[in-house]
């Protein structure tokens, strides 16, 4: 696996060899069961836990596992976490876990580990497994992959309304500022690409912290940012993206005591849906999964 974070010591971690997946479910988060598949809609799972993060807003590594396990194992239907990342990637595999390093809200070193080791677990070998970001053009892991698995935090974005899911893809065309006109309007195209298409096995927005307001090209502010301890994660990056919107623009709503659009609004998202036809846009269409924590849940 390539190294690309500062933070992370991910060669000696992938060193550390393949373990056991296990044939059990974590249940030490708080929640009920999950519940059967709604046969026509596409499914979203958001899971939350009040302790994911320390008092200094670091995520805590154990619950991150568990939280990205026990989505998994919702999203697949799965009866173990074992079979639910195989589910994901094959044994096979050559697998691109594509991140964020944005450095006010990267994806987080947890995470990535976290997904690292199923994908290991599952039997895909340390040299077949990338976690990369902004050169993923001249990675050859994400050269030849033909598994992708797609995690970045949401946050506002002065361009696209929001750093999405959809938008994390811009990295795969050598010149990102081709997709800025129309408040990155087609960003959708990106995912038709003969390198990115079909290839997305897991999507994963991460809520730790979400950043509902800001302004500017690179704003960033502690002040807009809170403690939402949540994960969204689907097949559908549309689908999962229009639920993080929700989210943030119920946030917006809170602490701004009115209707407070996002500006630019993000209509990459719904136009992936309505003029590309990459996933499901429209809530009335999502199967909405909610799973642990419910206090400030906001959807």
């Known amino acids: 696996m390539k190294k690309q974070h500062p933070r992370m010591k991910r060669r000696a971690f992938l060193k550390q060899g393949s373990l056991a997946l296990g044939g059990t479910l974590l ?7 999950i519940p059967t598949p709604h046969p026509k809609k596409t499914r979203v799972v958001l899971i939350r836990h009040p302790e994911v993060l320390d008092k200094l807003n670091r995520p805590r590594a154990e619950i991150v596992q568990e939280m990205i396990d026990r989505a998994v194992v919702a999203l697949t239907g799965s009866t173990s976490i074992q079979q639910a990342w195989q589910q994901i990637v094959r044994p096979e595999d050559t697998v691109g876990i594509k991140s964020n390093v944005w450095r006010f809200l990267p994806t987080p070193a947890e995470l990535e580990e976290a997904v690292v080791k199923r994908v290991r677990e599952v039997g895909v070998a340390a040299e ?3 976690v990369n970001d902004r050169t993923v053009l001249r990675d050859p892991i994400f050269r030849n992959a033909t598994a992708l698995i797609n995690m ?3 946050r506002t974005h002065y361009w696209a309304g929001v750093g999405s899911l ?3 893809y811009i990295m795969f065309v050598p010149n990102p500022s081709d997709y800025h ?9 990106i995912w038709k690409l003969p390198h990115v298409r079909g290839r997305t096995r897991l999507n994963v927005l991460v809520m730790f912290t979400p950043l509902f307001h800001g302004q500017g090209p690179h ?22 993206d229009s639920v993080g919107v929700r989210i943030l623009q119920a946030k917006r709503r809170e602490y701004f005591g009115e209707e407070r659009p996002l500006n630019p609004p993000p209509k990459h ?7 590309h036809h990459l996933g499901t846009a429209d809530p009335a269409k999502i ?12 959807i």
């Open 27 to 33: 249940f030490g988060l708080p929640g009920n069961s």
């Open 181 to 189: 006109p129309d408040t990155c309007a087609d960003l959708a195209t």
């Open 152 to 154: 970045r935090p949401l």
């Open 269 to 275: 998202i719904f136009l992936a849906d309505t003029r």
């Open 219 to 240: 704003h960033f502010s502690p002040q807009y940012i809170w403690p939402y301890r949540g994960l969204l994660v689907g097949f559908d990056p549309v689908a999962v």
């Open 128 to 130: 077949k497994i990338s």
């Open 166 to 168: 959809i938008k994390n």
């Open 287 to 298: 199967d909405l999964i909610k799973l642990g924590w419910e206090e400030g849940c906001l």
